[in-house]
C-alpha cells in the first residue's frame, strides 16, 4: 500500500463539479481519502482563459505507480478531458505529484512531479492536507510553502 497525492485541476465545464466528480471517482477504488480545500488560481500558461479550480487529494492505493496513472487517465476521458494547447484550458487534469517516497523516472512518468515546487497551486493546498510531509528529495514540504505563504489564491466554498 503506497500513500499517493494527486494534483486536480480544471477550468472548463463548471471546474468546480469537474473537481467533485473527480473526488468522487477516486473515493470509489482507494483508502483512507482526503481532499484540500478547492482554491481558484490564475492560468499558469496563457493568460487569455479562464481561472483555474485546484485542489490536492492524499489516498492509500495498492495500484502501481503505472496501474495508477493509467486510472487517472481514464477519469480525464470519462469526464471528458479536453486539453486544446499546452498549459492551456482543460476539463479535467489529474496529475501524480508523489507516490511513496518513490523517485520514478520513466518515459510516461516523472515523480515526484517535475515542476511542483514552483506551483502555489499544488504547493499550498498539499500543505492543507500535510503540512509536517518530507519529500522524496528530503526536503520538508514546510520550507516550499514558506515561498507561497502570501499565494494569490482564493479559497472557495466547496
Same mark, same amino acid.
Given at each position: 500500500?503506497?500513500?499517493?497525492?494527486?494534483?486536480?485541476? &480544471?477550468?472548463?465545464?463548471?471546474?468546480? +463539479?469537474?473537481?467533485?466528480?473527480?473526488?468522487?471517482?477516486?473515493?470509489?477504488?482507494?483508502?483512507?481519502?482526503?481532499?484540500?480545500?478547492?482554491?481558484? &488560481?490564475?492560468?499558469?500558461?496563457?493568460?487569455?482563459?479562464?481561472?483555474?479550480?485546484?485542489?490536492?487529494?492524499?489516498?492509500?492505493?495498492?495500484?502501481?505507480?503505472?496501474?495508477?496513472?493509467?486510472?487517472?487517465? &481514464?477519469?480525464?476521458?470519462?469526464?471528458?478531458?479536453?486539453?486544446?494547447?499546452?498549459?492551456? +484550458?482543460?476539463?479535467?487534469?489529474?496529475?501524480?505529484?508523489?507516490?511513496?517516497?518513490?523517485?520514478?523516472?520513466?518515459?510516461?512518468?516523472?515523480?515526484?512531479?517535475?515542476?511542483?515546487?514552483?506551483?502555489?497551486?499544488?504547493?499550498?493546498?498539499?500543505?492543507?492536507?500535510?503540512?509536517?510531509?518530507?519529500?522524496?528529495?528530503? +526536503?520538508?514540504?514546510?520550507?516550499?510553502?514558506?515561498?507561497?505563504?502570501?499565494?494569490?489564491?482564493?479559497?472557495? +466554498?466547496?
Amino acid at each position: 500500500m503506497q500513500t499517493v497525492y494527486i494534483a486536480l485541476g &480544471s477550468n472548463l465545464d463548471n471546474p468546480q +463539479e469537474q473537481l467533485n466528480q473527480a473526488v468522487r471517482s477516486l473515493k470509489s477504488f482507494t483508502h483512507n481519502f482526503a481532499v484540500s480545500p478547492f482554491y481558484s &488560481s490564475k492560468p499558469l500558461g496563457p493568460q487569455d482563459q479562464p481561472d483555474y479550480v485546484n485542489a490536492v487529494a492524499k489516498f492509500d492505493t495498492e495500484l502501481t505507480a503505472i496501474e495508477l496513472l493509467d486510472q487517472l487517465q &481514464s477519469i480525464e476521458n470519462e469526464q471528458g478531458r479536453v486539453r486544446l494547447r499546452r498549459w492551456g +484550458e482543460r476539463t479535467l487534469d489529474l496529475d501524480i505529484l508523489l507516490y511513496g517516497n518513490e523517485q520514478i523516472n520513466s518515459e510516461r512518468l516523472v515523480v515526484p512531479h517535475y515542476d511542483m515546487h514552483n506551483r502555489e497551486f499544488v504547493i499550498v493546498p498539499l500543505y492543507d492536507l500535510s503540512p509536517d510531509l518530507i519529500l522524496p528529495t528530503g +526536503e520538508p514540504l514546510n520550507s516550499l510553502y514558506q515561498n507561497f505563504i502570501h499565494h494569490g489564491m482564493q479559497r472557495l +466554498e466547496q
